[in-house]
């Protein structure tokens, strides 16, 4: 069983940047592929951005391109998503996720009934 925490949540204002972290318990972590999702209120939970176990493909979602990079450092059991250039729409809570079973079509990332194991979210709240 992998737990999953997120940190580096925070207020920010439109413009700003924010770099959130996902720490696995588990060495077994570098070995499953992982995504961010996000879930603003009111609307359903949401792809942000996913990559393979050794972190080489990655895959975003058309709102956050060029935005924010994900990137996973597996000697240290670590996951990050960087944000810049945030939104007031980008709003909303923020889980990473990882999955066990082995995936070699991007689409297969942007499916959260894919993912094993979630963290407990990290508020990221952009004002205007």
């Known amino acids: 069983q992998v737990q999953l925490v997120e940190s580096g949540g925070g207020l920010v204002q439109a413009g700003d940047s924010l770099t959130l972290t996902c720490t696995a318990s588990?060495?077994?972590?570098?070995?499953?592929?992982m995504g961010w999702f996000r879930q603003a209120p009111g609307k359903e939970r949401e792809f942000v951005a996913g990559m393979t176990k050794n972190g080489i493909q990655k895959y975003y979602a058309t709102s956050v391109v060029n935005r924010f990079t994900i990137s996973r450092d597996n000697a240290k059991n670590t996951a990050s998503l960087q944000m810049n250039i945030l939104r007031p729409e980008d709003t909303a809570v923020y889980y990473c996720?990882?999955?066990?079973?082995?995936?070699?079509?991007?689409?297969?990332?942007?499916?959260?009934?894919?993912?094993?194991?979630w963290g407990q979210g990290t508020q990221v709240t952009v004002s205007s």
């Open positions: 996720a990882s999955m066990t079973q082995l995936w070699f079509v991007e689409s297969a990332y942007y499916l959260a009934g894919n993912y094993d194991y």
């Open positions: 588990e060495r077994t972590f570098s070995t499953y592929g």
